[in-house]
């Protein structure tokens, strides 16, 4: 599993992408939610904007598995 070290209270989803280095910038977020099945915390979500906070579990099929820590 991949830490992904946040310095604020959340992350959206697009964001996130961003900084696993799974999308190279932010327009490509909406063609890769609508092509890939993101898993957090167990549940299928595929919202752009959806709020990342410490201690979430994203899982993307054939990319990995990243849990969101504060270090801020």
Not at 7 to 17: A, M, N, P, S, V
Not at 38 to 63: F, P, S, T
Request: glycine share 10%; net charge positive; hydrophobic share 35%.
């Amino acid at each position: 599993m991949k830490k992904i070290n946040i310095q604020t209270e959340y992350i959206t989803l697009g964001q996130f992408l961003k900084l696993a280095d799974i999308i190279q910038s932010g327009g490509e977020a909406k063609w890769f939610l609508s092509e890939n099945e993101i898993i957090i915390n167990k549940e299928i979500d595929n919202r752009r904007g959806r709020k990342l906070r410490n201690n979430d579990h994203i899982e993307i099929n054939g990319y990995g598995s990243y849990i969101v820590k504060n270090e801020g």
